[in-house]
């Protein structure tokens, strides 16, 4: 039925009742009959009104019911990934994987807003460290503090963007500095460590107040901390020794530090070694053993997010991956490219 018949059907229905009930209406005078017309006019009107309006209301309606609500996010897979050729590579913002431009990368660290990332490269004319912006470009290099003094095994940026720490290796001593280096005046603090350690992999606390680091003897390797509000910082030993332990990480409140570290074997070179995910009290208290590795199933490197912890796991002569780790140890997903392969490589960070 058209709209027009709905309206006198509509009219009709309304109107009929009330001749019904008073048949002497219709035979008032003029102005009694103009006066019907008038009420029918504005019955008509009504009924119009509220057609549309309940046509409106079920165009507007109908998106809002069909509308089903957004997905879950899922967990991030924007990575900055260090492969095992030395190249570093990260996920543009059109969700492609790009190559940073930068050879014979040993050591990297992305500021904590994504902008910039700091590396060491290895070549035939040394060690340097460089920062630049997270795809490479606009890069410098930080000029080393002393005739032939190269950065060591680590490097990273405090929380606020401000400093950077990294390792100092001085021509014909081992490695026994650590050096914190304020980007904007290029002045540094220097952190002797005791005759015999040499420190690696150092992180900033989520407050910048304390330093963890792995640090590295002739008997073994094992995690410690340093407190940076002291004027001459005192190193604190937290675990016992390993044969090889790998850059430690914090949790987002600074209550627990996460490390890898051989259980069996000695490096994560060895294809029969096993290397397992360990968490800790920031004061040492309360260790345990995330994941129980066979053997030959090494995992390096693990960064925790909410539920997960992002890291790379190697198994037998496998090359290693990039993948996310329950939060039990249990069960390890590589990341995959877009080419549906899996993500290769011996470190990787988060985009923020």
Known sequence: ?????????????????????????????????????????????????TIAAA???????????????????????????FDPAGQLSYVAGDGTR???????????????????????TNNDTGRHLWIADADGSNRSRLRAPC??????????????GSR???????????????????????????????????????????DDQSLVVNLATDAGQY?????????????IQLTDTYSQVQTPAWSEDGQTIYFTATTRGDNTNDVTASIDLYAMSADGSRLRQVTHAVPGERFFAATPYKN?????????????????????????TPLEGPDGTPLLGTGAQLQP
């Open 1 to 49: 039925m058209s709209l027009p018949d709905q309206l006198n059907d509509l009219a009709e229905q309304r109107i009929q009742p009330h001749l019904l009930a008073a048949p002497e209406i219709v035979r008032r005078d003029g102005d009694t009959k103009r006066l019907r017309r008038r009420r029918q006019t504005v019955l008509i009107a009504a009924c119009v009104a």
């Open 55 to 81: 046509a409106a209301f079920t165009l507007t309606r109908t998106p809002d019911s069909a509308h089903e609500p957004a997905p879950a996010p899922a967990l991030p897979d924007r990575v900055t990934i």
């Open 98 to 120: 790009q190559a940073v431009h930068a050879k014979n990368v040993d050591r990297f660290a992305l500021s904590p807003d994504g902008r910039r990332i700091a590396y060491i």
């Open 147 to 160: 005739a032939g003094c190269e950065p060591g095994y680590g490097v990273t940026w405090s929380q606020d």
């Open 164 to 206: 950077l720490a990294y390792v100092l290796w001085r021509p014909g001593e081992n490695a026994d500095q650590l050096r914190i280096r304020t980007i904007s005046t290029g002045q540094e603090r220097v952190l002797k460590m005791h005759p015999g350690l040499e420190p690696r992999g150092p992180m900033f606390s989520p």
């Open 223 to 235: 995690v410690a901390t340093l407190d940076l509000a002291e004027a001459k910082p005192s190193l």
């Open 308 to 332: 997960k912890f992002l890291v790379s796991r190697a198994l037998g002569e496998e090359p290693w991956t990039v993948g996310w780790l329950t939060n039990n140890g249990s069960t390890f």
